[in-house]
T-cell receptor
Framework: DVKVTQSSRYLVKRTGEKVFLECVQD?????MFWYRQDPGLGLRLIYF???????EKGDIPEGYSVSREKKERFSLILESASTNQTSMYLC??????????????FGPGTRLTVL | QKEVEQNSGPLSVPEGAIASLNCTYS??????FFWYRQYSGKSPELIMF????GDKEDGRFTAQLNKASQYVSLLIRDSQPSDSATYLC???????????FGTGTRLKVLA
């Protein structure tokens, strides 16, 4: 059974703090993604990775960085959290990069509040 | 123009009726089309995907794809109150290796 887990369901941080969001998948998927979801804006891609130590910027990478040291783990880092980064963060993974039948599976999400 | 457009709703249908959800996209190179259901406060879960023109059925759900007109739709037959959720359309293109999501349509099935 497909499983993507995220380290926290809810997180409250203060402005300026460094924040780590962890995502782990146990399906041996090549690709992993970080999105944020805000009302009226839908899901927006922050970063994605199609291999260990590889990363590519998505549509809104500013203020974020990522790390993928192992195939199963993809971390999102907020270098200095700001209130406009309050959002729902969703991690996803998919099996193969270049396949039009590839499917993304989502983790449960982390609702981050920055005060 | 947004890359993937959906009517935000809410779309209200009575229990037992057919719910029809629509999605249009702008990139003609798009190859795969996905429908996700998202309950409030939860993450999206895959319902089905389609990549060939025509219809694809899975239980009470039917996805319809028309690449010439650049739209994809999802029909839910015999709608149940438990189908009340936001339905997200996503499009994948080999040119970008990215999934582009619509903002979702909120469906309410009235008992």
């Amino acid at each position: 059974d497909v499983k993507v887990t995220q380290s926290s369901r809810y997180l409250v941080k203060r402005t300026g703090e460094k924040v780590f969001l962890e995502c782990v998948q146990d399906m041996d998927h090549e690709n992993m993604f970080w999105y944020r979801q805000d009302p009226g804006l839908g899901l927006r891609l922050i970063y994605f990775s199609y291999d260990v130590k590889m990363k590519e910027k998505g549509d809104i990478p500013e203020g974020y960085s990522v790390s993928r040291e192992k195939k199963e783990r993809f971390s999102l880092i907020l270098e200095s959290a700001s209130t406009n980064q309050t959002s729902m963060y969703l991690c996803a993974s998919s099996l193969i990069r270049d396949s039009f039948t590839d499917t993304q599976y989502f983790g449960p999400g982390t609702r981050l509040t920055v005060l | 123009q947004k890359e993937v457009e959906q009517n935000s709703g809410p779309l209200s249908v009575p229990e037992g009726a057919i719910a029809s959800l629509n999605c249009t996209y702008s990139d003609r190179g798009s190859q795969s089309f996905f429908w996700y259901r998202q309950y409030s406060g939860k993450s999206p879960e895959l319902i089905m995907f389609i990549y060939s023109n025509g219809d694809k059925e899975d239980g009470r759900f039917t996805a319809q794809l028309n690449k010439a007109s650049q739209y994809v739709s999802l029909l839910i037959r015999d709608s149940q109150p438990s189908d009340s959720a936001t339905y997200l359309c996503a499009v994948w293109s080999s040119g970008t290796y990215k999934y582009i999501f619509g903002t979702g349509t909120r469906l309410k099935v009235l008992a």
